[in-house]
């Protein structure tokens, strides 16, 4: 009988939400009004901070899982003020729930542990076997600007995605809350906010409150029915060299969308229009050389199809997870509710050229 993913997704959400914990202490101690991007910025600590307590629950309870990771710590051999900063934070956080923290392995022993662990996310990914992705801050600078921001943690199998989760904190815990203008800055990790996506192929998309210890209840969620594809709202980047944001203006108005597009950072975009907050995203291709990194569409795509929606490239092929660290064989993103994604998907051809 074939794994029904329980332990992978609990795992998952649990070393999310612990990853989640340290980000925010990050953002409250180092980051707010910080826009540095030098060595030692907030999102440099943030960044392999998560990612290291990430590694250390996969290894923990999967020890023979390989991992594409984002960060690798030759940098943080060298110095050693940023790694002792890492460090203090990694093994200052954790669960309030002891049994939860258990699950995810307990506290790293020591700082050369922590590197050893934060090294393990070399694998080169690939075709075959099990394979988890890790983004441990996806979108930079919406978490120095105190917007969207999501930590996000995927398991491919054979190159298809199993299990997604995504911790967003900045977003709002109530799935009907509809996607505001200023989503994208000047948002806050107060009461209210802070979710966690997941989906494991085949049973479904849920959101449930980020927390502290273990893990809140979960409930289903899924894509809004668009009756009316001119009341439709579609996300996109916020920095215009993600995605060409003339070409999705074309295309919102060939589809006689007239609500602006809400512009915000982070795979927080697929777990908003999987819930039915937004309807459309796009990521249209900026350069004919670009390859986008596996790690920072597995959860959201594995999500947002199990809410209801398709996902694919602008040719109109699946994103391909097994070729690899990035999405080689693919050119940008299309996701919409399955019924009108053709429809999405032809006006956006139309414009790229492609037909």
């Known amino acids: 009988m074939a794994s029904n993913y329980l332990k992978e997704l609990e795992v ?63 940098q943080l051999r060298e110095d050693a003020a940023l790694r002792d900063q890492i460090w203090e934070l990694v093994r200052n956080t954790k669960l309030d729930d002891a049994a939860a923290e258990g699950l995810l392995g307990g506290s790293i022993p020591d700082v050369d542990a922590m590197l050893d662990l934060i090294d393990k996310g070399n694998s080169k990914g690939g075709p075959r076997g099990r394979i988890w992705t890790i983004d441990p801050i996806d979108g ?93 709202s579609f996300c996109e980047s916020v920095e215009a060299g993600h995605s060409n944001q003339s070409e999705s203006a074309q295309i919102a108005q060939k589809l006689g969308i007239t609500n602006p597009s809400v512009r915000m950072d982070s795979q927080a975009k697929y777990g908003s229009i999987a819930r039915g907050a937004g309807d459309i995203y796009l990521r249209l291709p900026t350069s004919k050389t670009y390859q986008e990194k596996i790690w920072d569409h597995a959860a959201g795509d594995l999500i947002v199809r199990e809410a209801g929606g398709q996902v694919t490239d602008t040719k109109g092929a699946r994103l391909d997870f097994s070729v690899g660290r990035t999405l080689a064989s693919n050119s940008g993103v299309v996701a919409a509710p399955a019924v009108v994604h053709g429809q999405v998907l032809d006006v956006v051809q139309q414009v790229l050229g492609l037909k």
């Open 140 to 232: 930079t600078k919406g978490f120095l600007r105190g917007g969207q921001y999501a930590v996000c943690l995927a398991l491919l199998e054979d190159g298809q995605v199993k299990v997604g989760v995504l911790g967003c904190p900045n977003l709002p815990v109530d799935d009907s809350a509809p996607l505001t203008a200023d989503i994208g800055a000047n948002q806050s990790d107060d009461e209210g906010r802070g979710v966690l996506f997941s989906a494991v192929e085949g049973q479904g998309a849920m959101s449930r409150p980020l927390g502290t210890g273990g893990l809140s209840e979960g409930k289903t969620i899924s894509m809004k029915p668009i009756t009316n594809m001119s009341d439709a």
């Open 12 to 74: 998952a959400l649990l070393a999310v939400q612990r990853a989640v914990r340290l980000t925010k202490r990050v953002f409250h101690e180092k980051a707010k009004g910080t826009v540095s991007k030098d060595d030692k910025s907030p999102v440099t600590i943030g960044d392999f901070g998560a990612q290291a307590l990430i590694i250390s629950a996969l290894k923990a309870n999967f020890p023979h899982d390989e991992i594409v990771a984002e960060e690798e710590p030759a």
